[in-house]
């Protein structure tokens, strides 16, 4: 007579839970260094270096541009900040983060820029009402990795990496060119533009006329043609 073989449920099976992915960030090369690299490991996530064209990290579907708050005040003076946020508007998820924010820095003139404190206010305010790009505020280089860590955890579809560097046109180019002037902001560029049409121009016109057209600010123009490197 056949036996038939029985399998008790109590018997021991080692059970094998499967593997979770990996949870993995794109960065900029340039941001090797930053401390935000090793915390991202420490909390187990995956670090792919990339040449980014635009944004400092790619979490899923979102593009991160990541700035300390010295550098934050620096590229707002150099007009830098400007074009890299006309560069994140292609993307439908983008987001601008200020590392190491605590209020009497970002506001005080502790590094000798003279910005005055509620230029800073309204270059925020730009940022997020006319821009529509969301600012968040971090303590550090920890706080930064712990906000990307929580943006991996949304299951978003990943997003395209065909970005391009905006391109200017022809006057946007000179406009950005007279912008670089200390003091000489979208709008005084493009006044200068009109009336003397060309960078030369500009260049080599009477201090006195310059005067009439932008007051003090040619005091500041001509002061920085006349600098040594």
């Known amino acids: 007579m ?24 794109i960065v900029d090369y340039r ?20 040449n980014l064209k635009i944004g400092d ?12 708050v ?10 830098r900040l400007l074009n890299q946020i006309e560069e994140l508007k292609q993307y439908e998820n983008k987001l601008l983060i200020i590392e190491g924010i605590d209020k009497r820095e970002l506001y005080n003139d502790e590094n000798g820029t003279g910005v005055n404190a509620n230029a ?3 270059f925020l305010l730009s940022i997020t009402l ?6 968040i505020f971090t303590k550090n280089s920890e706080d930064t990795a712990k906000y990307i860590s929580i943006l991996l955890n949304k299951k978003e579809k ?23 002037f200390p003091g000489i902001g979208p709008k005084t560029a493009k006044k200068l533009l009109q009336e003397f049409k060309t960078i030369k121009n500009i260049i080599n016109a009477p201090e006195e ?12 123009f001509f002061k920085l043609l006349g600098e040594k490197y």
């Open 120 to 122: 800073i206010r309204g």
């Open 70 to 79: 010295s550098d934050f005040i620096s590229s707002m003076i150099n007009k």
């Open 31 to 50: 941001e090797k260094n930053s401390l935000v690299i090793s915390d991202l490991i420490s909390l187990g996530i995956e670090v792919k270096f990339q």
């Open 130 to 135: 006319r821009h529509k790009i969301p600012v």
């Open 209 to 220: 006329e310059l005067r009439k057209l932008i007051g003090r600010k040619a005091e500041i």
């Open 158 to 180: 990943e997003m395209s990496l065909n970005a391009k560097k905006k391109s200017r046109n022809r006057k946007e180019q000179l406009q950005f060119i007279i912008e670089g």
């Open 2 to 25: 056949k036996t038939k073989e029985i399998f008790s449920i109590f018997s021991r099976k080692r059970l094998t839970e499967p593997k979770k992915e990996k949870r993995k960030i």
């Open 57 to 68: 990290y790619i979490a899923g579907n979102v593009v991160i541009e990541r700035k300390t």
